[in-house]
């Protein structure tokens, strides 16, 4: 059986413990407990970058270690498979919630498609590195390219813009497109490599003891990403309706 690494699995948690404080605000807010922007404020929409690319670095740093372990491509899918059903139930439940901007193309299913990429390109050492600028680059530079030409349009629609070359953002709750997320990820597995060959303490070393419970999330995060937030949103309702307040 492959090694855990403890160290990762307590980053991916405390990247758990930061996103569940994130989640439980947005949740305040959306029953009216109190009243921030989410989707401007500098405050908020920093915190969500912060958060995302703290998940997306493990992803990386965990194909790494599994590229080094030599991870088979069979045990490698039933994991994806995992992760590519929680993002169906994803998209089923925002839709549930959030008719309008319900997420079709958000965390999970972004980690479904940067996952394969990621094991594919996992023996490019080095050029990681470039690959993952170059991918951070190109949302930027794609506007610049696209804007008032007839592609704008189809990289818009939604058949499309998860590749992330969009001149407008979408209206989603959760918006994860390849591009450039995807260069976080490269850049965890060029870290991870980097750390196995030159410094594999870092990654391989036993973890404080304050920090066991952050592993042990970390190592059942799919399952905890699925279950919070029905528990979080659904203690809410109910004190909403225990204090007499409408819930919708």
């Given at each position: 059986?492959?090694?855990?690494?403890?160290?990762?699995?307590?980053?991916?948690?405390?990247?758990?413990?930061?996103?569940?404080?994130?989640?439980?605000?947005?949740?305040?807010?959306?029953?009216?407990?109190?009243?921030?922007?989410?989707?401007?404020?500098?405050?908020?929409?920093?915190?969500?970058?912060?958060?995302?690319?703290?998940?997306?670095?493990?992803?990386?740093?965990?194909?790494?270690?599994?590229h080094a372990q030599g991870l088979s491509w069979p045990r490698f899918?039933?994991r994806w498979a995992q992760v590519a059903g929680a993002a169906v139930?994803?998209?089923?439940?925002?839709?549930?919630?959030?008719?309008?901007?319900?997420?079709?193309?958000?965390?999970?299913?972004?980690?479904?498609?940067?996952?394969?990429?990621?094991?594919?390109?996992?023996?490019?050492?080095?050029?990681?590195?470039?690959?993952?600028?170059?991918?951070?680059?190109?949302?930027?530079?794609?506007?610049?390219?696209?804007?008032?030409?007839?592609?704008?349009?189809?990289?818009?629609?939604?058949?499309?813009?998860?590749?992330?070359?969009?001149?407008?953002?979408?209206?989603?709750?959760?918006?994860?497109?390849?591009?450039?997320?995807?260069?976080?990820?490269?850049?965890?597995?060029?870290?991870?490599?980097?750390?196995?060959?030159?410094?594999?303490?870092?990654?391989?070393?036993?973890?404080?003891?304050?920090?066991?419970?952050?592993?042990?999330?970390?190592?059942?995060?799919?399952?905890?990403?699925?279950?919070?937030?029905?528990?979080?949103?659904?203690?809410?309702?109910?004190?909403?309706?225990?204090?007499?307040?409408?819930?919708?």
């Amino acid at each position: 059986m492959p090694q855990r690494f403890d160290r990762i699995d307590a980053l991916r948690g405390a990247a758990m413990v930061w996103m569940t404080v994130f989640h439980f605000c947005f949740d305040l807010n959306h029953f009216r407990f109190i009243g921030q922007d989410f989707y401007r404020d500098p405050l908020w929409t920093w915190q969500r970058t912060a958060i995302v690319s703290l998940f997306l670095a493990c992803a990386g740093l965990s194909q790494a270690v599994a590229h080094a372990q030599g991870l088979s491509w069979p045990r490698f899918w039933r994991r994806w498979a995992q992760v590519a059903g929680a993002a169906v139930l994803v998209s089923a439940g925002s839709y549930l919630v959030f008719p309008g901007s319900f997420i079709y193309f958000g965390v999970l299913h972004g980690v479904s498609a940067m996952l394969i990429v990621a094991r594919l390109s996992a023996g490019c050492g080095r050029w990681l590195w470039l690959m993952g600028a170059v991918a951070m680059a190109l949302p930027w530079l794609a506007p610049l390219w696209l804007q008032g030409n007839d592609w704008a349009e189809a990289f818009n629609a939604r058949s499309m813009n998860w590749l992330g070359l969009v001149t407008r953002k979408p209206i989603t709750e959760d918006y994860i497109p390849v591009l450039p997320w995807l260069g976080v990820v490269w850049w965890g597995v060029a870290a991870g490599q980097w750390m196995l060959r030159h410094q594999p303490h870092w990654l391989s070393g036993p973890v404080a003891r304050q920090a066991h419970v952050l592993a042990g999330l970390g190592r059942w995060s799919l399952s905890y990403y699925l279950l919070h937030q029905p528990v979080l949103m659904g203690s809410l309702a109910l004190v909403s309706v225990l204090l007499g307040r409408s819930v919708l």
